[in-house]
């Protein structure tokens, strides 16, 4: 099993028994890797993104243990430590570990972002927010174009909440008949009746 999956699966045991967490964090992971794939990054970077989208909110239980909370300082502030030590468990690289805990520490602050590795993992974070938290269209909206900075995280972001609408004219069946009838008779096409 690649190391990877092997942190995914550590990341289910940390989670046990919160199957919300476990599915943000997975659905958090899916977009990282769309995006990142199809803004193509390298792949180390590629799999620094894995490797953070998995662990981003792993500051959750020892912020809530500590005080009582997990608001997003919080998380940053609690979260780095964990992800290093999970990751140095795991055998991940130093220099991967040290980004992906700058990165479990940062994910909530969206000003100043660094590196296509950060803009995704927080464009990824928001697109499963958006979904889990019920933000209207009209806030959806404003923080996708304040924030998202990504082709890609911004097309699926567009398509998952804010799709233009598909307009049919009032002859769409008539229009289509007739473009089947000339594309019938460019090719010489004779069908019998």
Same mark, same amino acid.
């Given at each position: 099993?690649?190391?990877? *999956? *092997? ?13 919300? !967490?476990?599915?943000?964090?997975? @659905?958090?992971?899916?977009? %990282? ?9 390298? #792949?180390?970077?590629? &799999?620094?993104?894995?490797? $953070?989208? &998995? ?5 959750? !239980?020892? %912020? /809530? $243990? @500590?005080?009582? !909370? ?7 502030? #609690?979260?780095? %430590? ?12 130093? +220099?991967?570990? +040290? =980004?992906?805990? &700058? ?13 296509? +590795? ?10 499963? *927010? &958006?979904?889990? +938290?019920?933000? /209207? ?8 174009? @304040? ?7 911004? =097309?699926? %972001? ?6 233009? /609408? ?5 002859t769409w069946a008539q229009d289509g008949l007739q473009e089947l009838d000339d594309f019938i008779e460019s090719q010489r096409i004779y069908i019998r009746q």
């Amino acid at each position: 099993m690649s190391r990877l *999956n *092997n942190l995914c699966s550590m990341m289910i045991e940390f989670y046990r028994d919160d199957p919300a !967490r476990i599915q943000h964090f997975i @659905k958090v992971h899916s977009f %990282a890797k769309l995006i990142g794939e199809e803004e193509h990054l390298d #792949e180390k970077l590629l &799999y620094i993104l894995e490797a $953070a989208a &998995y662990v981003h909110d792993i500051g959750i !239980r020892p %912020a /809530e $243990a @500590k005080f009582g !909370r997990c608001d997003g300082k919080l998380q940053e502030q #609690e979260g780095p %430590a964990e992800a290093e030590k999970m990751l140095k468990n795991l055998g991940f690289d130093q +220099d991967v570990i +040290d =980004r992906v805990s &700058y990165l479990v520490g940062h994910h909530h602050t969206y000003t100043g972002i660094e590196g296509m +590795d950060y803009q995704i993992l927080v464009e990824a974070d928001f697109l499963v *927010n &958006y979904f889990e +938290d019920h933000l /209207e269209t009209e806030s959806i909206k404003k923080s996708v174009k @304040k924030i998202f900075k990504t082709e890609t995280g911004i =097309r699926i %972001a567009t398509e998952m909440f804010f799709p233009e /609408e598909f307009q049919m004219s009032d002859t769409w069946a008539q229009d289509g008949l007739q473009e089947l009838d000339d594309f019938i008779e460019s090719q010489r096409i004779y069908i019998r009746q």
